[in-house]
Structures are given as structure tokens and as C-alpha cells.
């Protein structure tokens, strides 16, 4: 593939092309799922070079000692789009272009790089050499003429589902060098690690003071995976645990779907969380990715996943047992259970230790899989560690009638988001049988702003409040935000792609026929279409 030639810059100004056209050609060359497993030994081989570039630029400028330098130049979205450009295989020209002289000092020079290992050279010799300074600086204490630099500011990329967010942290992620010593979580399993570590440290005079301070000391670069805050109990201690991590220098990556500023927005005591809004604004650079497109609907769709038909739940209950049967890498997984999930034969019980020191019942386990009702999973006070718990004891989970939700079953809503969170993130198969479709099982809820468009565009929304009628649409920003990410994502996984990305995660054997049948469907489609 050739790459499109690049227009001359213009060093003085923000141009357009930079932005708007790099972003389409980018992420239509790209982004698109049926082009990026056939581009993806390009995106490996300058994943590198790349992620080199996406550190300099939000990190570099903190981690120079002040004195005269060269900014580079171009601002937040250089952070998301030059992954692309090094994709597309114009790296070294974009990093010569983009990334001027740095000074260390007024007499000495550091030369831009124009390498691979270059990049991640000349970004480990600053770190180096400001270590140097911040021991002398130290030393010398208060008096000594040492002098104190900003902190290193992370990234906060937010958007719509499907954009990419996720993609672009995970590049980082995998291509940073050891010495920035990233750990990559999502927020789920992030915040149950606090609650866990504050459980055991209940009695000190600070338990949360400690609680950051330890996790800072492992830490340097903390890659946080869907931000997203609902719970009053994590919305109370955010400020105070990352304000302490930033004053410990932790630099946070981080994704979401809302802007800070809507992040627990009509939240219970939400005054009292809006010092961390403040204080994330001014610890990362915030990034709109402002992509209109989900590149989830894109994929290639697998059948027998997802069953609507009236014998829905007899067809799940089939492909339950035929998954479980199959064996493979996800048998007793979890290891923590009262009973280990049998191996062939009928499903049986097993229950999964949860972290505090709570089980979950599994009513059918068999082998990697393991079957609830909706009601079982979602209509119970059952939380994200359940969740957890679930997915790193089974590789394959099957959830039968699952309704539409209305004012009645907003809770369970709410549980069902989170246990496909959980479940995306840890790359379980999910086979279920629904009343709808998944645009369809979230139709009636809304935000604020989408029942304010609807009423003057003179739909009529029965009920249009949060009681438990059956019919009415149920208005709630926190869910009504949360179910896109929720449809973008039951889409996906029940295509091809996540069917590969599944059996990578759990079942190694299997990627090289479900490759083989991607291919299949993308020649038969290129076929297919109009010439």
C-alpha cells in the first residue's frame, strides 16, 4: 500500500490537513477491523517508534530541566495521530518534522532522532540525566539552588465507543520501555485493588496516604482503561488517592467515554468530587478523539452467538454445551472454587471465591464455560468483583433472557453494563439470548439531552422519568451514556475478530482456523462488491 503524500508544512500554524486529513486517511487505512489484521505486521514493526513519539510529546517537555529547548510542536492530537503517520510508514520523516532540537541545556544539544531506537534513546537519556538533576537538586535541599520542575502531565483521551482509545493506550502500553514501568488496568479492577489494600490496612492513622504511596512506589505509569465513575464509594476517595499519586509523580494515561467534566455527573455529593476533575485537567493533557465513527460495527459477525428466535433458550443452552464440551485453554481456570467445573458430561455447580472474602454460585459450569440467567447474574446485589471473579474462572459465558430495560429493571441494567465491561476486557466468549437486539434492549433509555432532542423533534416519550412503569423511557444521563458503550460492545464480540482476540487470550489453537475463516468472509465480500 502506498503511502499519500504528505503537504508541505507550514511551521507557523496548526493547519488543518494536519489533523482532519491525517485522521481519515489514518483511520480509514487502518482502524477499519477487516484492514487492520492485514496491516498488522506495519502497525508492529513501527509500534515502537510510535509509542517513542506519543511519550515524547506528552511527557518529554516535564522530563527536560528548564533552561532554553524547543517545544515540539503540534499539540495533544499529535499524541493520538502520529501513531498512524509511523504506521503508514512515513515515521522518520513525521519525526524529523515534528520533533525539533531539544536542549538539555543552553550549551548542550541533543539532535532530533530519526530512528526507532533513537526515539526511546534520546527519551531514556533525559530521563537519566533529570534523575541526575532532581538527586543533586535534593541534596542541595531548599537552599541549594536546586530548582523544582513542573510534573511530567499524562493524557486523557475521551470519546465516543469504538474509536480507538483503546487501541492507542495498548500501543503505548506494549511499546514503552521497561523504565517507565507501566501497569495497564481497567478501572474496575483498578478501583477493587484500592478497596482490597484499604480493607487491609484498616486501623492505621492514613490508610488511604498508604494505600497510594505503595502503589506509587511499583508505579510510574498507570494506564487506566475506561474511566468512568458511578460509584459513590470510589467518587469519595478519587481526589485524595490521585492527588497523592501525582504528588508522588505517578503519570496517568487514561480513557474514556465522558469528558471531565461530565465524569459523575449527577452523582450523590458530586460537589465533593469535582477537586479531582480540577486536578485531572491539570495532570493530563485532555484529548477529544472526536471520532464520529465505531469501528466495532465494522467487524465481520460469527454466527450462533447471539439468539433471538422463540427456541432461544433451548439453541444457547446448545451452544452452552457444545463450548464447554470443546475443553480447551479456560478450564478450571479460576482455581479459588468449592467443586472444579466438570471436564464432559452434565454441567454442574461450582462456587467462585470473590475478593472480601465472598463467594458467587455458578448454577451450570462445564469445563470453560459456565451458564446464568439474567435474572442469577444482573437481579442480584452483585458488583464488578463478581464479575471479576467469573471471568478469570471461565473463558466462555452464556446469559439467557436478557430483557429490554425499562424504569423497572434499571438496576439490573446498570449490573449488565458492568458484567459486559468486565467480560470485553478480559476477552470472555459471551453466547446469549435476548428480547432484542442490543440497540434494541437499550431503546428505551436515554440522557437528558437525548429526551430534550427527542420532545422538540415531537416524539413522544411515555412516562420520560426514573419510576418503574414498564413502558416509559427512562431518563439518566450515567446509563444512558453507559449503554452506548455497552451495544458498541456486544457487537463486537460477536464477530470474528473477537472471536480471535478470545482465542489468543484463552485458547491459542484455535486463532489460526478462525484467521482462516475472517479471510474467507473479507474475500467473499471484497467479491461481492461493486466494482
Not at 536546586?146 to 511499546?175: E, F, I, N, Q, S
Not at 514503552?176 to 489494600?197: G, N, S, Y
Not at 485453554?329 to 471436564?343: E, K, M, S, V
Amino acid at each position: 500500500m502506498a503511502p499519500k503524500a504528505l503537504p508541505a508544512p507550514n511551521p507557523g500554524s496548526r493547519s488543518s490537513w494536519q489533523w482532519e486529513k491525517l485522521k481519515d486517511d489514518i483511520f480509514d487505512e487502518y482502524s477499519h477491523p477487516a484492514k487492520f489484521e492485514a496491516n498488522c505486521k506495519v502497525l508492529r514493526a513501527f509500534a515502537v517508534f510510535a509509542a517513542g513519539i506519543i511519550i515524547a510529546r506528552n511527557f518529554g517537555e516535564a522530563l527536560m530541566p528548564p533552561g532554553p529547548r524547543t517545544h515540539v510542536r503540534n499539540g495533544p492530537l499529535a499524541a493520538c495521530f502520529l501513531f498512524g503517520i509511523a504506521a503508514i510508514g512515513l515515521g522518520p520523516v513525521a519525526y524529523m518534522f515534528l520533533s525539533p532540537t531539544s536542549r538539555v541545556d543552553a550549551n548542550k544539544t541533543l539532535p532530533a532522532h530519526t530512528s526507532m531506537r533513537g526515539a526511546f534513546d534520546g527519551i531514556s537519556g533525559l530521563i537519566k540525566a533529570q534523575a541526575g538533576l532532581h538527586g543533586a537538586a535534593a541534596a542541595a535541599g531548599p537552599g541549594g539552588g536546586g530548582v523544582r520542575r513542573a510534573p511530567a502531565r499524562g493524557l486523557y483521551m475521551y470519546g465516543g465507543v469504538g474509536c480507538g482509545k483503546t487501541m492507542l493506550m495498548d500501543l503505548l502500553v506494549a511499546a514503552a520501555p521497561k523504565e517507565f514501568q507501566v501497569t495497564r488496568t481497567h478501572f474496575h479492577d483498578f478501583m477493587l485493588d484500592i478497596h482490597a489494600r484499604l480493607a487491609r490496612t484498616r486501623g492505621e492513622a492514613d490508610p488511604l496516604r498508604r494505600v497510594a504511596d505503595d502503589v506509587a512506589a511499583g508505579v510510574k505509569v498507570l494506564a487506566l482503561d475506561e474511566l468512568f465513575v458511578t460509584d459513590v464509594a470510589d467518587a469519595a476517595i478519587l481526589h485524595r488517592l490521585f492527588g497523592r499519586l501525582w504528588d508522588d509523580g505517578l503519570v496517568l494515561v487514561a480513557t474514556s467515554n465522558r469528558a471531565p467534566d461530565s465524569l459523575y455527573e449527577g452523582g450523590l455529593q458530586r460537589p465533593l468530587f469535582l477537586p479531582f476533575i480540577a486536578r485531572l485537567k491539570e495532570a493530563c493533557v485532555v484529548h477529544d478523539m472526536a471520532s464520529p465513527v465505531d469501528y466495532r460495527r465494522l467487524a465481520h459477525h460469527a454466527a450462533g452467538m447471539y439468539f433471538l428466535t422463540p427456541d432461544r433458550t433451548a439453541r444457547l443452552h446448545a451452544a452452552f454445551l457444545a463450548c464447554g464440551e470443546q475443553g480447551g485453554a479456560g478450564a478450571g481456570r479460576g482455581g479459588a472454587a468449592a467443586g472444579a467445573p466438570p471436564a464432559l458430561g452434565n454441567p454442574g455447580p461450582v462456587d467462585l471465591d470473590v475478593a472480601m472474602g465472598r463467594t458467587l454460585h455458578v448454577p451450570q459450569a462445564l469445563g470453560p464455560a459456565a451458564m446464568f440467567d439474567f435474572a442469577e447474574l444482573c437481579d442480584r446485589p452483585l458488583a464488578a468483583a463478581d464479575y471479576i471473579a467469573l471471568a478469570g474462572a471461565f473463558s466462555t459465558l452464556a446469559l439467557s433472557d436478557v430483557p429490554r430495560f425499562v424504569g423497572a429493571n434499571r438496576a439490573a441494567a446498570y449490573r449488565f453494563v458492568t458484567l459486559i465491561d468486565v467480560l470485553y476486557e478480559h476477552r470472555v466468549r459471551l453466547l446469549l439470548s435476548a428480547e432484542g437486539t442490543p440497540f434494541e434492549l437499550f431503546e428505551r433509555i436515554e440522557t437528558q439531552a437525548g429526551a430534550a432532542a427527542a420532545r422538540r423533534a415531537g416524539a413522544r416519550l411515555p412516562g420520560a422519568s426514573g419510576a418503574s412503569s414498564s413502558g416509559e423511557v427512562v431518563v439518566d444521563d450515567q446509563l444512558g451514556f453507559a449503554k452506548d458503550r455497552a451495544i458498541s460492545r456486544l457487537t463486537e464480540m460477536q464477530s470474528l475478530e473477537y472471536l480471535i482476540a478470545h482465542a489468543k487470550a484463552h485458547d491459542p489453537g484455535a486463532v489460526l482456523a478462525l484467521q482462516e475463516q475472517a479471510d474467507k468472509q473479507r474475500g467473499a465480500a471484497a467479491a461481492a462488491a461493486p466494482r
